[in-house]
T-cell receptor, first 113, second 115 residues
Framework: AQSVTQPDIHITVSEGASLELRCNYSYGATPYLFWYVQSPGQGLQLLLK??????LVQGIKGFEAEFKRSQSSFNLRKPSVHWSDAAEYFC???????????FGTGTKLQVIP | NAGVTQTPKFRVLKTGQSMTLLCAQDMNHEYMYWYRQDPGMGLRLIHYSVGEGTTAKGEVPDGYNVSRLKKQNFLLGLESAAPSQTSVYFC??????????????FGPGTRLTVL
């Protein structure tokens, strides 16, 4: 069965510092991969997605993610974090003939001045 | 363009009561979804619909029913609420027919407490 792991429940970074959020998946083939962000009290918003091609994907708000097949990973990065990036981030995969979606448990990001 | 809206935003039920959550989208999307979000468990798909008049079970469908009588609306029903159904419920929609691979647009959520 497919699974998505976000090993970090909570991460704290200083404003201006770089950020990397980890996402690992378990699936036989290459899935479709997504990163969503959820601000407090809000629904989820898509940051970026990967289907095929260039393994480095650019998204909104200055985020990027890199797909590494050998590591079954799709880590999210940002070179300089802003206070407004404080939110919860979810990785998701679509597999099963594109009829099954699985979300990770989320990583809550705190940004300190 | 309101996007995806959910009604109500908050609700408290007693065990055994019933209720219906309404999701509406004005983007002419084919796919609609209902998720529940619980602490430490991420989002789990309850039911989804690939078009008007069709519904399908997701990962955790037990205790819920859904209907999609109109393309823009997707209703989630709890016939006999249980404390285990205390959660935040999110509705989402996406355009591309035939796949989950399109971007999902989420509503703001409904916080349900079952006493």
């Amino acid at each position: 069965a497919q699974s998505v792991t976000q090993p970090d429940i909570h991460i704290t970074v200083s404003e201006g510092a770089s950020l990397e959020l980890r996402c690992n998946y378990s699936y036989g083939a290459t899935p479709y991969l997504f990163w969503y962000v959820q601000s407090p009290g809000q629904g989820l918003q898509l940051l970026l997605k990967y289907f095929s091609g260039d393994t480095l994907v650019q998204g909104i708000k200055g985020f990027e993610a890199e797909f590494k097949r050998s590591q079954s990973s799709f880590n999210l990065r940002k070179p300089s974090v802003h206070w407004s990036d404080a939110a919860e981030y979810f990785c998701a995969v679509v597999t099963g003939g594109y009829q099954k979606v699985t979300f990770g448990t989320g990583t809550k990001l705190q940004v300190i001045p | 363009n309101a996007g995806v809206t959910q009604t109500p935003k908050f609700r408290v039920l007693k065990t055994g009561q019933s209720m219906t959550l309404l999701c509406a989208q004005d983007m002419n999307h084919e796919y609609m979804y209902w998720y529940r979000q619980d602490p430490g468990m991420g989002l789990r798909l309850i039911h989804y619909s690939v078009g008007e008049g069709t519904t399908a079970k997701g990962e955790v469908p037990d205790g819920y029913n859904v209907s999609r009588l109109k393309k823009q609306n997707f209703l989630l029903g709890l016939e006999s609420a249980a404390p285990s159904q205390t959660s935040v419920y999110f509705c989402a929609s996406s355009y591309e027919p035939g796949a989950f691979t399109d971007t999902q647009y989420f509503g703001p959520g409904t916080r349900l407490t079952v006493l």
